[in-house]
């Protein structure tokens, strides 16, 4: 193939070059449904080749390949530490230590566990931070609309629950109109009921802008809820790469459903009796 750099396209590493992603319309889809189309008909897929990160003498990533279609969603699990919000960090362009290759849109964003807002800013000023292009406070202000805290974008960090501070970092996310959406167990800290009303307003949000998205996430039911695919991290590489081919909304008492969870927790290594 010919090798040529891509202007929507951000090569993490220096020494690599880039080769031309995968057209999104040529891959069939792993899911039941039609897929949102795609913001950009350009949007790169992202890619992975050959990616390596290692702390010291201690290698967490190792020879790591994977490739995910422009709109698909994927859901990254697998044991404590065994890599996945290190890979996170690489596709975010946090960590730039990795050796490889590594292709992604140039707008993607990040969301964490822990919703890092400044607490010394205005919600709706924290999600306008560092936004470039006309009107940064009515798109903020847009951003927390749709995440449903159009009633709190004048607020203080400090005085937001735990699911309303996920969700001003989801609308912080999203008003860069990212591509790539990068969730690093974004409902991990959040009691049941609101880590469901955050996995629909995710799904939601997905649906309509159609970003691909990376969810690390140790919740297998939150993995087939969401996900086309979820994928397994082992030993420094995708281990498993799991097709969701279920329809959504998705009956988690679905028998495909309860089969798909089954194996999953078998590739994660959990035997259940
Ligand atoms: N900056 C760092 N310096 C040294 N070691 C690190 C650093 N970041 C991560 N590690 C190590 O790399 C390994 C992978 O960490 P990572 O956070 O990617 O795992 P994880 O799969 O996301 O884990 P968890 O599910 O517990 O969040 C861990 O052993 C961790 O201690």
Known sequence: MATRILRPVTTITATVTVDDPPTPAATAHPGG???????????????VRGLSRAFGARSVIDGLDLDIDAGTFVALLGRSGCGKSTL???????????DGQVVVPRRRA???????????KRVWRNVSLGLTGPQPRE???????????????TAWPLTLSGGEAQRAALARALVRDPDLLLLDEPTASLDALTRLRMQGLIASLWERHAPAVVLVTHDVDEALALADRALVMRDGRIHADLPVRVPRPRDPADP???ALRVHLLDLLGVRQH
Do not use: C, I, N, Y
């Not at 449904?33 to 890619?47: E, G, Y």
């Not at 990040?110 to 010394?120: D, G, I, K, M």
């Open 256 to 258: 495909q459903m309860s």
């Open 110 to 120: 990040v969301a964490f566990q822990e919703p890092r807002l400044l607490p010394w």
């Open 88 to 98: 996170l960090r690489v596709l975010a362009g946090l960590d730039r230590d990795a």
């Open 33 to 47: 449904h039609t897929p949102p189309a795609p913001k950009r008909a350009d949007a790169p897929a992202v890619q």
């Open 139 to 153: 798109r903020a202000l847009a951003a927390l609309d749709e995440v449903e805290l159009g009633h709190r974008t």
